[in-house]
């Protein structure tokens, strides 16, 4: 016998997203064969609580999500060994990119400020140590130097096309005319993790002094 939920009155076999009944009392099924054999039944979550935080807690709760996925992935990756690709790699770099994006904006908002709306890292880098200027709100990150910079630095354009916005090369991997990286990109699983860990715990330091020093 297959197993049933009863929703009200109805009992709703297993595979069954909806039930319906016509004028003449006949019941009517649509079907959803996702629904057999799930995993993790019971579990679910829906956007409700979250929207209802400040935009800077649901920044940072967003930076901690892709910063931990790109922990996940990355897991995977070093797992891969011999097997491991390119794609794999990028999509780590993706998460840590958009993770770090994400809680520097988050703190310049908790402390009372808009952050800018553009994706530099670099810029947005700034403008947080400007207002966070203490060793204990430092961290590394990997694009602390915009393609500007290393422009007005060297003297002469360093980069070209996509590596100019590394959200895009790594999300992408092409410009919008298919032009592939002109660099070539490496990545270590192992160096990757001890990265991803170290920041985890610094950003969750980070949050709660500034949380601590901006409380209501």
């Not at 039944?41 to 931990?68: C, H, I, M, N």
């Not at 530099?120 to 140590?129: F, M, S, W």
């Amino acid at each position: 016998m297959p197993k049933k939920k009863s929703v009200g009155r109805i009992e709703i076999p297993e595979g069954v997203a909806a039930v319906g009944i016509s004028a003449d009392g006949k019941r009517h099924y649509i079907h959803d064969p996702l629904l057999r054999g799930m995993r993790w039944k019971g579990t679910s979550v829906d956007s409700a609580s979250f929207r209802k935080l400040s935009p800077a807690e649901r920044l940072y709760r967003l930076s901690q999500a892709y910063l931990r996925a790109s922990t996940v992935l990355c897991e995977q990756a070093g797992e891969a060994g011999e097997n491991l690709e390119w794609p794999q790699a990028s999509v780590c770099y993706y998460c840590l990119h958009l993770a770090t994006e994400l809680f520097l904006k988050a703190c310049i908002q908790r402390i009372g400020r808009v952050p800018s709306k553009h994706h530099e890292i670099a810029e947005l880098r700034r403008e947080y140590r400007s207002l966070l200027p203490g060793a204990e709100y430092d961290f590394r990150t990997s694009w602390w130097l915009s393609p500007k910079d290393q422009d007005q630095i060297c003297g002469v354009q360093i980069l070209h096309g996509v590596d100019r916005a590394p959200d895009q090369l790594f999300r992408y991997s092409m410009d919008k005319k298919g032009a592939p990286s002109r660099n070539i990109q490496i990545f270590t699983p192992g160096y990757f993790f001890n990265n991803v860990k170290d920041l985890e715990g610094r950003w969750t330091r980070i949050w709660g002094l500034i949380s601590q020093k901006n409380k209501p």
